[in-house]
């Protein structure tokens, strides 16, 4: 093949890859995207299924690597904390139906939960296989899901979309999917920006619980009218956007075929992604008949929304609050560092008991109290990058709160840097130690960290490791699909025999990796398909979210990075 064919097929395959900057309601829109997103919740259901257990296989297998408990007590305090809320109902108390939040939820059901549909019964039994499972989400989304509720009823949506976190999430705040969706309700990037889920060093507004609660509804609600209140196909496209949704209702209606969601030759993941939910609406509806016993939930509030005006150290609010600071992380995982942003939203989520001795407290201490700062002289040879490296910042940090207004700094000034009040292994769940942890874990291969250089892809680490780009990015707490900073340090369990070498960007540079589109063809296989482009089975599968045990079909689209002097 050659480069000039490749080049055609590489412009046909950005044409065909939907959205990535999402402005307006137009063409650009997730209304109309075809982008598929996995779900992370699912990753966690899959591991379990593949252990061959019936029973409660989740229970030592945290589903969010990112707060894997292997290293550090104060993780594995933080990970009890999430699956075993404070709030919980004892033996003695006997609360009435209508107190029930179970009560108030199955009063909100719209969607048929009497469909008879092969799909739904595969995904019913295997919960109903796996009680445990039920009972984790259910101890991780006690502390949000009252809001959830109050919120799809305010808005005359269905109550099932409050589950919608389980299938998406598993009520993980902290999950984070190979395709670089985050939070409860798994927004990536462009869709979360379309939305106004704001992303910067400081914090992550789509693991915000009451941004993203907000925006989520709102995608749900817009989806639903798109669709003539059709509620299965709103969240078919929810899952793999409206545009996917809409070509397949097109190609059904022009072979005078119905349209309904069960009807349609949609992407496999969202083929199943509508029976979840509703074979968990069917559990929550009727627990007794699949043999499954739901906590007891309190229909009243976890958390009340507390205005601080101001930035301020989480450890300092966790002890105005009088709670462990690990429950601040967990009511409010949009932060990743030790302290709110300092261009807010500024208010925290805290436990309804806690919130007026927060509210009291927090009156008594003045704005420029709440953050820690240390006072920096400038030396010889610093810039704001490396100040900004020592003191685990960023320059733009740097730059916003001394006001400067470039990169010059001068030797002696002053700058004054933001810092936690208390050591890093106090902020358990921020996002530095969330990826410590996950890059210390023990793995197969030859442990390699490595600084990533200007030019450097996924691929290319992961070719002169002999492991897959997936693998690089989960070790690393990325998506595949995520920017590689030059600096930035990486951890990798090399499969090679000499792991400390590797290949220099004069190397590199003889190689002409090139991405590409291409359309499978009637008897098309990975395997052949790998063969053909001179790269790895495992690796198409990583770059197309594949399941290397399903076949390909004729016309679907795959992207492939391949170096074209080993093409056809």
């Not at 889920?197 to 989520?216: K, N």
């Not at 949009?334 to 407290?361: C, I, M």
């Not at 990533?452 to 897959?468: C, L, M, N, Q, Y």
């Not at 790998?530 to 790269?535: C, E, K, Q, T, Y």
């Amino acid at each position: 093949m050659s480069v000039s064919r490749l080049s055609l097929m590489f412009f046909a395959g950005a044409l065909a890859s939907g959205c990535s900057s999402l402005i307006n309601q137009g063409e650009e829109s997730p209304l109309n995207t075809q982008e598929v997103a996995v779900a992370a919740g699912d990753e966690g259901l899959k591991k379990a299924v593949e252990t061959g257990e019936n029973g409660d296989v989740t229970r030592n297998e945290p589903l969010d690597e990112a707060i894997a408990p292997e290293l550090k007590d104060a993780a594995r305090d933080a990970r009890e904390k999430l699956d075993n809320p404070v709030q919980k109902t004892t033996e003695i108390e006997v609360e009435a139906v209508e107190q029930d939040l179970w009560a108030r939820l199955r009063s909100g059901f719209v969607l048929d939960h009497d469909i008879d549909n092969e799909r739904v019964r595969d995904q019913l039994n295997w919960y109903a296989r796996h009680p445990g499972y039920i009972d984790r989400v259910v101890e991780r989304g006690s502390r949000y899901l009252h809001y959830i509720v109050n919120e799809t009823e305010k808005r005359g949506l269905p109550a099932e979309y409050a589950l919608l976190p389980i299938v998406e999430s598993a009520f993980d705040p902290f999950a984070y999917s190979h395709g670089r969706a985050a939070g409860l309700w798994q927004f990536i990037p462009s869709t979360g920006k379309y939305f106004g889920l704001t992303q910067s060093w400081w914090h992550d507004e789509r693991r915000d619980v009451i941004a993203a609660t907000d925006a989520a509804l709102t995608y749900l609600d817009r989806l639903a009218n798109r669709f003539d209140g059709d509620h299965t196909l709103a969240l078919a496209a929810y899952n793999s956007g409206g545009g996917t949704v809409s070509s397949a209702m097109r190609r059904n209606r022009n072979s005078n075929k119905p349209t309904d969601f069960w009807s349609l030759q949609l992407p496999r993941e969202t083929r199943h992604y509508v029976p979840k939910l509703i074979a968990l609406a069917k559990i929550f509806d009727n627990p007794e008949a699949y043999g499954i016993e739901l906590p007891s939930l309190k229909d009243e509030p976890y958390f009340e929304i507390v205005e601080t005006g101001s930035q301020l150290d989480l450890a300092q609010a966790a002890e105005l609050a009088g709670v462990d600071v690990d429950e601040i992380y967990l009511l409010n995982p949009s932060y990743n560092r030790w302290a709110t942003s300092p261009d807010g939203p500024h208010r925290l989520l805290v436990p309804v008991q806690n919130a007026e001795k927060f509210r009291t407290a927090l009156a008594q201490i003045p704005a420029d109290q709440r953050v820690s700062w240390r006072n920096y002289k400038v030396k010889s040879g610093d810039s704001l990058n490396s100040i900004s490296r020592k003191f685990s910042t960023t320059p733009s940090v740097l730059q916003q709160v001394n006001n400067l207004d470039g990169d010059l700094i001068r030797i002696g000034q002053r700058l004054m840097i933001p810092s936690a009040s208390k050591g890093s292994d106090a902020y358990a769940l921020s996002a530095s130690q969330r990826l410590e942890r996950k890059q210390e874990r023990k793995r197969d291969g030859n442990k390699v960290r490595y600084t990533v250089r200007k030019g450097d892809t996924f691929w290319d680490i992961a070719r002169e490791h002999r492991v897959s780009v997936r693998e690089v990015a989960a070790w690393n707490g990325m998506a595949p699909g995520d920017p590689l900073i030059p600096g930035k340090e990486l951890v990798i369990w090399s499969k090679t025999n000499q792991p400390t070498m590797v290949a220099t960007n004069s190397t590199r540079g003889k190689a002409m990796v090139r991405k590409v589109g291409y359309r499978v063809r009637k008897g098309d296989s990975l395997a052949r398909i790998a063969s053909r482009f001179s790269v790895n089975v495992r690796d198409i599968a990583s770059w197309n979210d594949l399941n290397t045990a399903r076949y390909l079909q004729p016309g679907q689209s795959l992207v492939l990075y391949v170096d074209i002097r080993n093409s056809p």
